[in-house]
């Protein structure tokens, strides 16, 4: 029998219409799509494993996964197996890894964006979360300069979880300022269920002028998700780069 092979593809996809990535009982996801098609032009059953979960609603413009095949992938796989994708899912490269590359297991950080706009534009609605009052970017970012100076997320974790800690490396965490709108970045080794929704409606908050800088302190202190903001709606939410030490893995 064909010794398998580990391999990797990088996708993008809209998530508006799924009920997330991991495939589930009810609901149509992102993985269950893409098994799909690949079974399909693969001829075998395919089982993918993410980089990672995303909640339903919530986009990736960088996802990684992986899976075992015992022959080389077909001709023109990329054009072939983007063609009986739906149009909200793309492939952009397939490569060889080595056998111990887990693509959840593997990643050094995840970064996420948030985006927002305060104009209304069309084109937007279905990416971005509408802002009906201007927040004070300085002020939110005062409260990320706060929040980079902790690891325990746990006010900021949907209860019933299944994670076992809550604590976080966070790396990198701020809102920028684009065309009619704000964005926040925030990148970690790990994220908790629900994190990053939670940690924007909080810094909103803080830039609305509702929560101080000592309340949201304080928040972090509770370790309590009751104490801290509303969750802000998925689309918005955009998976954007996931790390890995490609010199080690990629043949």
């Known amino acids: 029998m064909p010794t398998e092979v580990r391999y990797v593809l990088e996708i993008a996809y809209d998530g508006t219409h799924y009920h997330g990535w991991q495939s589930q009982l009810n609901g149509t996801t992102v993985q269950e799509a893409l098994e799909l098609e690949l079974s399909k032009i ?18 990736a413009s960088h996802f990684i ?30 490569f060889v890894v080595a056998d111990d590359f887990h693509s959840r297991f ?5 970064k996420y964006v948030y985006k927002t706009h305060y104009r209304k534009n069309p084109f937007q609605s279905g990416g971005s979360l509408f802002l009906f009052q201007m927040p004070s970017v300085q002020k939110m970012n005062e409260g990320c ?7 325990d997320f746990a006010s900021f974790c949907k209860r019933n979880s299944d994670g076992k800690t809550t604590i976080c490396n966070l790396m990198l965490a701020e809102w920028i300022e684009v065309d ?10 790990r994220f908790l269920r629900n994190m990053v929704r939670a ?18 302190e304080q928040i972090v202190q509770d370790k309590k998700r009751s104490s ?19 010199d080690e893995y990629r043949k």
């Not at 075998?44 to 609603?57: P, V, Y």
């Not at 593997?106 to 995840?110: D, E, F, K, P």
């Not at 009619?180 to 080794?189: D, L, P």
Request: hydrophobic fraction near 40%; charge should be neutral; include cysteine.
């Open 145 to 151: 300069q706060l929040l980079l100076k902790h690891n």
């Open 65 to 94: 996964l992986h899976f075992d095949y015992a022959e080389v992938l077909p001709e023109r796989f990329l054009f072939r197996i983007n063609q009986m994708l739906p149009s909200d899912i793309a492939v952009y490269d397939a």
């Open 106 to 110: 593997s990643a050094t950080y995840r």
């Open 42 to 59: 693969l001829g075998s059953k395919i089982n993918i494993m993410g980089c990672g979960r995303t909640d339903a609603g919530v986009h």
């Open 199 to 216: 940690l924007v409606g909080t810094l909103l908050d803080v830039g609305y002028g509702k929560i101080s800088l000592d309340q949201l």
């Open 180 to 189: 009619y709108g704000f964005e926040f970045h925030v990148k970690a080794n």
């Open 228 to 246: 801290s903001g509303k969750s802000v709606a998925a689309k918005g939410l955009y998976l954007e780069e996931i790390g890995y030490n490609w």
